[in-house]
């Protein structure tokens, strides 16, 4: 059980939660965002006291029960559910002994019929396993990769050119922290894969900042971001892009779009007809 980790996360979660989103009043000026300790005790069935040892970390080993009650209290995802039962040395079984490679064809189907919009398929090491026409003339042809350069962590971390290793993203830090964090997940999720800890080695040798980031335990999952990639032909795109999680296969779906009509969408549109004709950047 990691004591210290687990109060963090609890916080942060906490925080993360306004008395609206679980149907409960504001009430009174609150001194700090989200709900407060005895609202989440009291939302998960377990004590007051028992919770706030664990936000300070002087609680002893939470049970199943109580982990489901605060995952629940705190409206944790899937993703977010699954390294709260790691910090307190709960270990979630998967169903996989190895991150799901293979895409359904439903989910297929899906990203082909999404012909306004870039979207990719994602494991939770990042690692990109699908991707519609738009997804490649936005950020790159996957399809010219080798399997392991296909990873946006890695992709993020170890490009030999800083310029180009986030896709020309204007403020790469918070989708960075969501892609580490499925890849925390994915550690707890696979404890005995051979390839993720080789991954995990890997970038821990190659990217000091990687990690720093590793070792402070951050963990945050942004499941919808506004992103401005600077592509090399069109110039700066302002996108949306929403995470859905494809059940029972442990993979997200990843989805940037454009307001239509605006200056994006019409970059979009743009990008349907370059991205095959491989046009030059203008000068």
């Not at 971001?225 to 600077?230: A, F, G, K, P, S």
């Not at 892009?241 to 779009?257: A, G, H, K, N, R």
Request: net charge neutral.
């Amino acid at each position: 059980m990691d004591k210290l980790g687990l109060a963090n996360f609890l916080r942060g979660a906490r925080e993360r939660v306004s008395p609206a989103d679980v149907g409960l009043p504001e009430g009174r000026r609150r001194r700090t965002p989200g709900l407060r300790r005895e609202e989440v005790a009291q939302l998960a069935y377990i004590s007051v006291d028992h919770y706030t040892r664990l936000e300070q970390a002087r609680g002893r080993h939470p049970s199943r029960r109580v982990l489901d009650g605060i995952a629940r209290a705190l409206r944790l995802s899937d993703q977010e559910r699954a390294h709260l039962f790691h910090l307190a040395g709960e270990r979630e079984e998967s169903r996989f002994a190895e991150p799901v490679r293979e895409v359904r064809p439903s989910t297929l189907n899906l990203l082909n019929r999404l012909t306004d919009a870039a979207a990719i398929v994602v494991d939770d090491t990042c690692g990109v396993l699908a991707w519609n026409p738009l997804a490649a003339a936005l950020f790159e042809d996957f399809s010219a990769l080798a399997g392991q350069e296909r990873n946006v962590i890695r992709r993020y971390f170890l490009h030999p050119d800083p310029e180009r290793r986030h896709y020309g993203m204007g403020s790469p830090e918070r989708f960075v922290v969501t892609a580490v964090s499925y890849l925390r997940v994915a550690v707890t999720r696979y404890p005995d894969s051979r390839e993720l800890k080789s991954l995990v080695e890997e970038l821990l040798a190659g990217s000091e900042e990687f990690a720093r980031l590793w070792n402070s335990q951050r963990f945050h999952i942004e499941r919808h971001l506004r992103q401005t990639v600077r592509h090399p032909r069109v110039g700066p795109i302002e996108l949306d892009f929403d995470v859905l999680t494809v059940p029972d296969q442990e993979q997200q779906v990843v989805i940037f779009t454009a307001e239509p009509g605006s200056p994006a969408y019409e970059s979009l549109q743009f990008l349907k007809v370059i991205g095959a004709e491989q046009v030059p950047a203008e000068a």
